[in-house]
């Protein structure tokens, strides 16, 4: 009985987990699916960023003390982001 409520503990949390590749879907119509477009023909590619520069760089353009001219585009964009989604966002750019 044991095994199997850790069982459905552990796939619960996998299921809830955040998946960066969904939530990268957002971010493609301006990056491209590979990253490697610029955004609005104004930012850097992002193809292969490391994942603590993308989480510092999404943190800050949420609380508002990163980012240039798409400073106000991308604060609504990652607006509803969790720390959690965040993260889980920044490992699939750091794998494009």
């Known amino acids: 009985m044991k095994k199997i409520i ?3 503990i552990v796939l619960a949390a996998s299921l809830y987990a955040s ?6 879907g957002k971010c493609a119509g301006c990056h491209g699916m590979d ?18 520069k ?8 949420k609380d508002g003390s990163y980012g240039g001219a798409m400073k106000g585009l991308m ?5 509803k982001l969790s720390a959690a989604d ?9 794998s494009l």
């Open 54 to 61: 993308t989480v510092k760089a999404l943190t800050g353009y």
């Open 19 to 24: 998946n960066g590749k969904a939530l990268y």
């Open 75 to 79: 604060k609504g964009q990652v607006a």
């Open 86 to 94: 965040i993260k889980a966002l920044a490992k699939h750019i750091a």
């Open 6 to 8: 850790i069982a459905s």
């Open 35 to 52: 990253g490697s477009k610029k955004a609005l023909g104004r930012s850097a590619p992002i193809t292969g960023w490391a994942v603590d």
